[in-house]
């Protein structure tokens, strides 16, 4: 009986904690506003006719419940982590459009993406993301703790080239 009602038990924890309060929920829609926002400017920018970006808010609620302890530990809230993320996904937004807008070699090749697609590292000590390129896509493993700007992804970004 105890294994059964530990596991009800962690079940429920992580079922909560993947459940978005409203001060996370506002979290993610001003995150998405933002993104939304500098989408348009980088696909003047660059020339892009589709540049769709989706930030994987599901797997950053798990992420969240999997690091409760750690947010607690560094008085850090739940909003901040997905704030941040829409902050650092908005930047790499944005370093795409600083890249075509400095040289035209990139921009030829920032054209063809269509997709950008965000999720988080697994454990909130993560602080540095990492890019990867699959066919149109450039896939984001978004690190945590510290928010980022632009030109702190020009780099990777182009080291995908």
């Given at each position: 009986?105890?294994?059964?009602?530990?596991?009800?038990?962690?079940?429920?924890?992580?079922?909560?904690?993947?459940?978005?309060?409203?001060?996370?929920?506002?979290?993610?829609?001003?995150?998405?506003?933002?993104?939304?926002?500098?989408?348009?400017?980088?696909?003047?920018?660059?020339?892009?006719?589709?540049?769709?970006?989706?930030?994987?808010?599901?797997?950053?609620?798990?992420?969240?419940?999997?690091?409760?302890?750690?947010?607690?530990?560094?008085?850090?809230?739940?909003?901040?982590?997905?704030?941040?993320?829409?902050?650092?996904?908005?930047?790499?937004?944005?370093?795409l459009g600083k890249i075509c807008n400095s040289d035209a070699d990139?921009?030829?090749?920032?054209?063809?993406?269509?997709?950008?697609?965000v999720q988080p590292l697994p454990k909130f000590s993560d602080y540095?993301?990492?890019?990867?390129?699959?066919?149109?896509?450039?896939?984001?493993?978004?690190?945590?703790?510290?928010?980022?700007?632009?030109?702190?992804?020009?780099?990777?970004?182009?080291?995908?080239?």
């Amino acid at each position: 009986m105890k294994p059964t009602l530990i596991t009800a038990i962690v079940l429920a924890k992580l079922s909560t904690g993947a459940v978005a309060g409203v001060k996370e929920k506002k979290a993610m829609r001003a995150a998405d506003a933002k993104v939304a926002e500098q989408i348009v400017t980088t696909k003047q920018a660059c020339g892009n006719s589709q540049l769709d970006v989706t930030i994987d808010w599901e797997k950053f609620n798990i992420m969240i419940a999997e690091n409760e302890t750690t947010l607690k530990e560094k008085r850090y809230q739940e909003q901040w982590v997905l704030s941040h993320a829409g902050d650092r996904t908005a930047s790499v937004i944005e370093a795409l459009g600083k890249i075509c807008n400095s040289d035209a070699d990139y921009k030829e090749e920032l054209a063809k993406l269509t997709k950008v697609v965000v999720q988080p590292l697994p454990k909130f000590s993560d602080y540095r993301s990492s890019f990867k390129l699959d066919g149109t896509t450039i896939q984001v493993a978004s690190g945590h703790y510290m928010t980022r700007n632009a030109d702190d992804y020009t780099k990777p970004i182009k080291a995908l080239f």
